[in-house]
Protein backbone atom coordinates (compact mmCIF):
# COMPACT_ATOMS: atom_id res chain seq x y z
CA UNK A 1 0.00 0.00 0.00
CA UNK A 2 1.69 3.30 -0.98
CA UNK A 3 0.96 5.70 1.61
CA UNK A 4 4.14 8.01 1.28
CA UNK A 5 1.33 10.77 0.30
CA UNK A 6 0.86 11.21 4.08
CA UNK A 7 2.93 13.91 5.38
CA UNK A 8 3.08 17.29 5.42
CA UNK A 9 0.06 19.79 6.72
CA UNK A 10 -3.51 19.04 6.43
CA UNK A 11 -6.20 21.70 7.84
CA UNK A 12 -9.17 19.67 9.26
CA UNK A 13 -11.05 22.14 7.26
CA UNK A 14 -14.36 24.09 8.44
CA UNK A 15 -17.58 22.94 6.97
CA UNK A 16 -19.59 26.34 6.26
CA UNK A 17 -23.30 25.85 6.90
CA UNK A 18 -26.50 27.95 5.94
CA UNK A 19 -29.60 28.52 8.04
CA UNK A 20 -30.59 25.22 8.46
CA UNK A 21 -27.31 23.97 8.96
CA UNK A 22 -27.06 22.52 6.12
CA UNK A 23 -23.19 22.47 3.86
CA UNK A 24 -23.11 26.01 2.21
CA UNK A 25 -21.23 25.29 -1.19
CA UNK A 26 -19.61 28.41 -2.00
CA UNK A 27 -18.42 28.87 1.29
CA UNK A 28 -16.58 25.15 1.27
CA UNK A 29 -14.74 25.84 -1.83
CA UNK A 30 -13.30 29.42 -0.54
CA UNK A 31 -12.58 27.49 2.43
CA UNK A 32 -10.45 24.61 -0.08
CA UNK A 33 -9.20 27.67 -1.93
CA UNK A 34 -7.79 29.38 0.66
CA UNK A 35 -5.56 26.20 2.64
CA UNK A 36 -4.48 24.55 -1.13
CA UNK A 37 -3.06 28.73 -2.12
CA UNK A 38 -1.44 28.50 1.66
CA UNK A 39 0.51 25.43 0.40
CA UNK A 40 -1.20 22.66 2.23
CA UNK A 41 0.16 19.16 1.93
CA UNK A 42 -3.02 17.46 2.13
CA UNK A 43 -6.91 17.76 3.23
CA UNK A 44 -9.01 16.27 6.20
CA UNK A 45 -13.19 16.87 5.31
CA UNK A 46 -15.38 16.09 8.46
CA UNK A 47 -12.73 16.63 11.25
CA UNK A 48 -13.67 17.62 14.41
CA UNK A 49 -13.23 21.62 13.40
CA UNK A 50 -15.41 20.52 10.61
CA UNK A 51 -18.21 19.83 12.74
CA UNK A 52 -18.72 16.24 11.69
CA UNK A 53 -21.16 15.69 14.73
CA UNK A 54 -23.72 18.33 13.14
CA UNK A 55 -24.41 16.88 10.20
CA UNK A 56 -26.37 13.82 8.99
CA UNK A 57 -25.09 11.15 6.57
CA UNK A 58 -26.33 13.33 3.37
CA UNK A 59 -24.62 16.14 4.48
CA UNK A 60 -21.51 14.49 5.37
CA UNK A 61 -21.46 12.73 2.34
CA UNK A 62 -21.83 16.15 0.55
CA UNK A 63 -19.04 17.86 2.33
CA UNK A 64 -16.44 15.47 1.27
CA UNK A 65 -17.70 15.10 -2.34
CA UNK A 66 -17.63 18.96 -2.86
CA UNK A 67 -14.22 18.89 -1.26
CA UNK A 68 -12.87 16.47 -3.67
CA UNK A 69 -14.51 18.17 -6.19
CA UNK A 70 -13.21 20.92 -5.64
CA UNK A 71 -9.37 20.02 -4.92
CA UNK A 72 -9.72 17.88 -8.29
CA UNK A 73 -6.50 15.92 -7.71
CA UNK A 74 -4.59 18.78 -6.18
CA UNK A 75 -3.78 16.86 -3.05
CA UNK A 76 -4.97 14.00 -1.55
CA UNK A 77 -8.11 14.23 0.64
CA UNK A 78 -8.62 12.28 4.02
CA UNK A 79 -12.07 12.08 5.21
CA UNK A 80 -12.83 11.93 9.11
CA UNK A 81 -14.78 8.66 10.66
CA UNK A 82 -16.40 10.08 14.07
CA UNK A 83 -19.22 7.46 15.73
CA UNK A 84 -20.07 5.19 18.31
CA UNK A 85 -20.55 1.86 17.04
CA UNK A 86 -18.38 -0.29 15.05
CA UNK A 87 -20.97 -0.41 12.50
CA UNK A 88 -21.57 3.26 11.86
CA UNK A 89 -18.00 3.62 11.61
CA UNK A 90 -17.75 0.81 8.59
CA UNK A 91 -20.68 1.97 6.96
CA UNK A 92 -18.79 5.58 6.62
CA UNK A 93 -15.84 4.15 6.53
CA UNK A 94 -17.16 2.39 3.18
CA UNK A 95 -18.93 6.03 2.23
CA UNK A 96 -15.57 7.44 2.38
CA UNK A 97 -14.53 4.34 -0.15
CA UNK A 98 -17.08 5.52 -2.96
CA UNK A 99 -15.89 8.78 -2.50
CA UNK A 100 -12.77 7.91 -3.72
CA UNK A 101 -11.38 9.90 -0.75
CA UNK A 102 -7.60 8.79 -0.53
CA UNK A 103 -8.16 7.91 3.32
CA UNK A 104 -10.02 7.88 6.46
CA UNK A 105 -9.08 8.63 9.38
CA UNK A 106 -11.07 7.12 13.12
CA UNK A 107 -11.58 8.79 16.14
CA UNK A 108 -12.40 6.18 19.18
CA UNK A 109 -15.84 5.97 20.19
CA UNK A 110 -17.35 8.66 22.30
CA UNK A 111 -19.31 8.55 25.53
CA UNK A 112 -18.34 5.12 26.11
CA UNK A 113 -15.21 3.97 27.82
CA UNK A 114 -13.75 0.62 26.19
CA UNK A 115 -11.48 -1.71 27.32
CA UNK A 116 -8.20 -1.83 25.12
CA UNK A 117 -9.26 -5.10 24.21
CA UNK A 118 -12.95 -3.59 22.69
CA UNK A 119 -10.85 -0.45 21.05
CA UNK A 120 -8.28 -2.96 19.22
CA UNK A 121 -11.39 -5.33 17.96
CA UNK A 122 -13.42 -1.90 16.95
CA UNK A 123 -10.36 0.00 15.03
CA UNK A 124 -9.66 -3.71 13.42
CA UNK A 125 -13.13 -4.03 11.97
CA UNK A 126 -13.48 -0.73 10.58
CA UNK A 127 -9.52 -0.94 9.16
CA UNK A 128 -10.97 -4.74 7.69
CA UNK A 129 -13.83 -3.15 6.12
CA UNK A 130 -12.22 -1.01 3.47
CA UNK A 131 -9.38 -1.00 0.93
CA UNK A 132 -8.49 2.79 1.97
CA UNK A 133 -4.92 3.78 4.47
CA UNK A 134 -6.40 4.46 7.87
CA UNK A 135 -5.72 7.31 10.53
CA UNK A 136 -6.35 6.48 13.98
CA UNK A 137 -7.13 9.81 15.72
CA UNK A 138 -6.18 9.87 19.40
CA UNK A 139 -7.88 12.65 21.15
CA UNK A 140 -8.79 11.88 24.56
CA UNK A 141 -9.60 15.13 25.58
CA UNK A 142 -12.59 14.90 23.47
CA UNK A 143 -13.63 11.33 23.47
CA UNK A 144 -12.89 10.03 26.76
CA UNK A 145 -10.59 7.83 26.15
CA UNK A 146 -6.91 7.17 25.34
CA UNK A 147 -5.00 5.17 22.61
CA UNK A 148 -1.93 4.03 24.47
CA UNK A 149 1.44 3.18 22.84
CA UNK A 150 0.91 -0.67 23.58
CA UNK A 151 -2.42 -0.54 21.93
CA UNK A 152 -0.92 1.54 19.31
CA UNK A 153 1.95 -1.37 18.88
CA UNK A 154 -0.89 -3.79 18.20
CA UNK A 155 -2.85 -1.84 15.67
CA UNK A 156 0.23 -0.56 13.66
CA UNK A 157 0.26 -4.90 13.06
CA UNK A 158 -2.68 -4.08 10.83
CA UNK A 159 -2.02 -3.98 7.23
CA UNK A 160 -4.52 -0.92 6.18
CA UNK A 161 -4.16 0.55 9.17
CA UNK A 162 -1.09 2.86 8.78
CA UNK A 163 -1.03 5.84 11.06
CA UNK A 164 -2.28 8.25 14.02
CA UNK A 165 -2.58 11.59 14.57
CA UNK A 166 -2.08 12.44 18.42
CA UNK A 167 -3.91 15.67 19.86
CA UNK A 168 -3.48 14.37 23.63
CA UNK A 169 -1.20 16.81 24.27
CA UNK A 170 1.35 14.51 25.42
CA UNK A 171 4.69 14.67 23.65
CA UNK A 172 6.27 11.41 25.66
CA UNK A 173 2.96 9.00 23.87
CA UNK A 174 3.54 11.06 20.50
CA UNK A 175 7.62 9.87 20.85
CA UNK A 176 6.56 6.31 22.27
CA UNK A 177 4.44 5.92 18.78
CA UNK A 178 7.32 6.69 16.78
CA UNK A 179 9.73 4.90 18.82
CA UNK A 180 7.69 1.93 18.85
CA UNK A 181 6.29 1.74 15.39
CA UNK A 182 9.67 3.25 13.88
CA UNK A 183 10.66 0.24 12.19
CA UNK A 184 7.31 -0.57 10.52
CA UNK A 185 6.48 2.41 8.07
CA UNK A 186 4.15 3.64 10.50
CA UNK A 187 3.08 7.22 10.61
CA UNK A 188 2.86 9.43 13.12
CA UNK A 189 1.22 13.31 12.89
CA UNK A 190 0.88 15.72 15.64
CA UNK A 191 -2.62 17.37 16.35
CA UNK A 192 -1.72 19.98 18.75
CA UNK A 193 -0.61 23.00 16.95
CA UNK A 194 1.43 24.23 19.82
CA UNK A 195 3.44 20.90 19.25
CA UNK A 196 4.04 20.88 15.75
CA UNK A 197 8.36 21.05 15.42
CA UNK A 198 8.81 18.94 19.13
CA UNK A 199 6.56 16.17 17.19
CA UNK A 200 9.00 16.44 13.79
CA UNK A 201 11.59 16.25 15.66
CA UNK A 202 11.11 13.31 17.42
CA UNK A 203 10.50 11.81 13.63
CA UNK A 204 6.67 12.67 13.02
CA UNK A 205 6.01 13.38 9.05
CA UNK A 206 3.48 15.87 9.39
CA UNK A 207 0.44 17.46 11.44
CA UNK A 208 -2.98 18.11 11.33
CA UNK A 209 -3.28 21.58 12.40
CA UNK A 210 -6.83 23.56 12.61
CA UNK A 211 -4.84 26.68 12.30
CA UNK A 212 -4.10 25.58 8.99
CA UNK A 213 -7.50 26.74 7.95
CA UNK A 214 -6.78 30.30 9.08
CA UNK A 215 -2.83 30.73 8.73
CA UNK A 216 -2.17 27.34 6.61
CA UNK A 217 1.22 29.32 5.05
CA UNK A 218 2.53 29.82 8.33
CA UNK A 219 1.80 25.97 9.44
CA UNK A 220 3.70 25.24 5.97
CA UNK A 221 6.48 26.78 6.95
CA UNK A 222 7.26 25.30 9.94
CA UNK A 223 7.29 21.81 8.38
CA UNK A 224 9.10 23.38 5.48
CA UNK A 225 11.73 24.99 6.85
CA UNK A 226 11.88 21.48 9.56
CA UNK A 227 12.65 19.78 6.45
CA UNK A 228 14.96 21.41 5.07
CA UNK A 229 17.08 21.61 8.24
CA UNK A 230 16.59 25.17 9.27
CA UNK A 231 15.87 24.21 12.84
CA UNK A 232 15.37 27.90 14.06
CA UNK A 233 13.40 29.24 11.43
CA UNK A 234 11.24 26.41 12.19
CA UNK A 235 11.20 27.19 15.86
CA UNK A 236 10.24 31.02 15.13
CA UNK A 237 7.09 30.44 13.11
CA UNK A 238 5.80 27.70 15.78
CA UNK A 239 6.53 30.61 18.04
CA UNK A 240 4.60 32.83 15.87
CA UNK A 241 1.66 30.48 15.60
CA UNK A 242 1.67 29.07 19.40
CA UNK A 243 -0.77 32.19 20.40
CA UNK A 244 -3.28 31.33 18.17
CA UNK A 245 -3.83 28.21 19.12
CA UNK A 246 -3.79 29.00 22.97
CA UNK A 247 -6.58 31.32 21.88
CA UNK A 248 -8.99 28.27 21.10
CA UNK A 249 -9.82 28.51 24.34
CA UNK A 250 -11.57 32.09 23.77
CA UNK A 251 -15.14 30.14 23.32
CA UNK A 252 -16.29 26.54 23.62
CA UNK A 253 -14.69 24.01 21.01
CA UNK A 254 -14.31 24.82 17.88
CA UNK A 255 -15.95 28.03 18.05
CA UNK A 256 -12.47 30.43 17.59
CA UNK A 257 -11.69 28.69 14.21
CA UNK A 258 -14.50 29.96 12.65
CA UNK A 259 -14.94 32.95 14.35
CA UNK A 260 -11.01 33.55 13.11
CA UNK A 261 -11.62 32.63 9.38
CA UNK A 262 -14.61 35.01 9.65
CA UNK A 263 -12.78 38.27 10.84
CA UNK A 264 -9.80 37.29 8.23
CA UNK A 265 -12.38 37.71 5.78
CA UNK A 266 -13.26 34.16 4.86
CA UNK A 267 -17.12 34.62 5.56
CA UNK A 268 -17.38 30.85 6.79
CA UNK A 269 -20.62 31.93 8.87
CA UNK A 270 -21.76 30.08 12.32
CA UNK A 271 -21.35 27.50 13.87
CA UNK A 272 -23.62 24.59 14.18
CA UNK A 273 -25.85 24.89 17.62
CA UNK A 274 -25.37 24.33 20.46
CA UNK A 275 -22.33 26.12 19.89
CA UNK A 276 -23.08 30.00 19.04
CA UNK A 277 -20.02 32.17 19.14
CA UNK A 278 -17.08 34.19 20.72
CA UNK A 279 -18.58 37.21 23.46
CA UNK A 280 -17.73 40.61 21.99
CA UNK A 281 -14.03 41.06 24.44
CA UNK A 282 -13.02 37.41 23.42
CA UNK A 283 -13.80 38.46 19.67
CA UNK A 284 -11.51 41.59 20.47
CA UNK A 285 -8.70 40.09 21.83
CA UNK A 286 -8.63 36.78 18.63
CA UNK A 287 -8.55 40.33 16.69
CA UNK A 288 -5.70 41.19 18.48
CA UNK A 289 -3.88 38.31 17.72
CA UNK A 290 -4.39 37.91 14.60
CA UNK A 291 -3.01 41.39 13.83
CA UNK A 292 0.03 40.76 16.13
CA UNK A 293 0.55 37.56 13.63
CA UNK A 294 -0.11 40.32 10.50
CA UNK A 295 -2.72 37.93 9.75
CA UNK A 296 -5.43 40.76 9.90
Do not use: W
Not at 118 to 145: I, M, W
Not at 171 to 187: C, M, Q, S, V
Not at 287 to 296: N, R, S, T, V
Request: aromatic share 6%; hydrophobic share 45%; net charge negative.
Amino acid sequence: MDTSFIQGVIPPIVTPVDAEECVEEQGLRRVIEHVIKGGVHGILSLGSNGEFYGLDHEQQERAVRITIEQVAGRVPVYMGIGAITTKECVKLARMGESLNAQAITILPPMFLTPSEEELYQHFRKVAESTALPVLLYNNPDRVGNNISANLIERLADIPNIIGVKDSGGDLTLTAEYIRRTRDRGFKVMAGRDVMILGSLVYGAVGCVASTANIVPALVVEIYEKFMAGDLQGALEAQFKLSPLRMAFNLASFPVVTKEAMNLIGLEVGNSILPNTSCSEINRSKLADILKQMGAL
